[in-house]
């Protein structure tokens, strides 16, 4: 089945700095990739997605790349604010079975 | 607001006992999902139902058990409960889970605390 990998967190950066969270996976398919973000105390929003490789995922200021070639789709953000603090998850998924979750990356900005 | 609700939204409750968790989808959504996630576990999958027909299976425990009813909402069963089951238990909906674009909508979730 399929499989995630996501940087350990916890990630600290300064309001404004540049963020990068690598995701890799393993699929046995061509799958699609999600980013979700759960902010305290909340449940999971998607942040964003891509179907395809080479399509580029956009949402909030966050970026993110399907590479086939290396398998990943690292999320990006080129300033980060205090409000971006949150827990994000990486997830393929291929055809119709259920999402696989990283086991997320805990990011605090600080002011 | 994903449109998925979820009640209740915590629950306190002692070893042994039996809870139920229940979840509505959003409007026009005919899959569920169910999932918990634990500090140690991370977040797992546990079940799928669509139109009211268990889809897919994950790491579901024997004690635990779940259906959908035909007005597409979902209650999650946990019996003979354990202090290992406290954690959140979420519930996601999606339109067409045979698309492998098919985006999950979450709900809030219920902590479940076990005593």
């Known amino acids: 089945g399929d499989s995630v990998t996501q940087m350990e967190g916890p990630v600290t950066l300064s309001e404004e700095a540049f963020l990068t969270i690598n995701c890799t996976y393993t699929?046995?398919?061509?799958?699609?990739l999600f980013w979700y973000v759960q902010y305290p105390g909340e449940g999971l929003q998607l942040l964003l997605k891509?179907?395809?490789?080479?399509d580029k995922g956009s949402n909030k200021g966050f970026e993110a790349t399907y590479r086939k070639e290396t398998t990943s789709f690292h999320l990006e953000k080129g300033s980060v604010q205090v409000s971006d603090s949150a827990v994000y998850f990486c997830?393929?998924?291929?055809?119709?079975?259920?999402?696989?979750f990283g086991k997320g990356t805990r990011l605090s900005v600080i002011a | 607001d994903s449109g998925v609700t979820q009640t209740p939204k915590h629950l306190i409750t002692a070893t042994g006992q039996r809870v139920t968790l229940r979840c509505s989808p959003r409007?026009?959504?005919?899959?569920v999902y169910w999932y918990q996630q634990s500090l140690d576990q991370g977040l797992q999958f546990l079940i799928q139902?669509?139109?009211?027909?268990?889809?897919a299976k994950g790491n579901i425990l024997e004690r635990f058990s779940a259906q959908q009813f035909p007005d597409l909402h979902s209650e999650l069963n946990l019996s003979s409960l354990e202090l290992g089951d406290s954690a959140l238990y979420f519930c996601?909906?999606?339109?067409?889970?045979?698309?492998?674009?098919?985006?999950?909508?979450f709900g809030p979730g219920t902590r479940l605390t076990v005593l």
């Open positions: 139902y669509y139109n009211g027909e268990e889809r």
């Open positions: 997830a393929p998924r291929s055809g119709n079975t259920p999402l696989v």
């Open positions: 409007s026009g959504d005919l899959s």
């Open positions: 891509a179907t395809k490789a080479d």
């Open positions: 996601a909906s999606s339109v067409d889970p045979g698309q492998g674009s098919d985006t999950q909508y």
């Open positions: 699929a046995t398919g061509y799958p699609s």
